[in-house]
């Protein structure tokens, strides 16, 4: 089976954790902060079961050093804030460049992001748009969406496209080995010809 691993990072209280207990159908309970936490789910997508790990993680700065090794372990990463929430907003340009910075420093790419915009339904109390998370989404060039704990079925298609965009990078990656492995190949039985010649 698969294994992917999923890291939903925010600041406190933005409902990351709601998010999460919404996918896997788990009531929501009164709000706690999270430390950090590990969920895992079996999910099969085209008929292919696959083993999700979810990262809960912790929003606090106590906990920034764990955070970033998991910046380097993570398949896939969903940025979450809180429209009712502006500083949790203007953090995702943080979140997404300590992404980047990792990804540069393992030397990979191609690890599907995400935005959401949680509390969608709390529209009295909403201080950040929908056309600003559209903006920041556009100009990231990442994928982006609201929700709320009632949305159930946005959240699934979400996580849903989030998997299907790393088993897409990991298929062009592995085939990129293929063909390099391939290139070798062929260039060590033009250098075995060579020297069978002379």
Do not use: W
């Amino acid at each position: 089976m698969s294994k992917i691993r999923i890291v939903v990072l925010g600041q406190t209280g933005v409902g990351k954790s709601t998010l999460i207990n919404t996918f896997i159908r788990k009531d929501n309970k009164e709000y706690e902060p999270t430390v950090e936490e590990i969920i895992e789910v079996d999910f099969c997508i085209d008929k292919k079961k696959y083993l999700i790990n979810i990262l809960d993680t912790s929003g606090l700065e106590l906990f920034y050093g764990q955070r970033k090794l998991y910046f380097n372990e993570g398949d896939a990463f969903v940025i979450v804030y809180s429209v009712t929430d502006p500083k949790s907003f203007h953090y995702i340009i943080n979140v997404y460049q300590n992404i980047l910075t990792s990804q540069s420093e393992m030397k990979v790419g191609g690890r599907p992001i995400i935005i959401v915009g949680m509390k969608s339904d709390l529209t009295m109390e909403r201080k950040v748009s929908t056309k600003e998370g559209i903006e920041i989404a556009s100009k990231l060039g990442i994928s982006f969406l609201e929700t709320n704990k009632f949305d159930q079925s946005t959240i699934i298609d979400a996580f849903i496209d989030l998997l299907n965009q790393n088993i897409y990078f990991k298929v062009l990656e592995q085939s990129k080995f293929i063909t390099l492995n391939n290139k070798i190949k062929i260039s060590n039985k033009e250098n075995e010809k060579t020297c069978n010649i002379m």
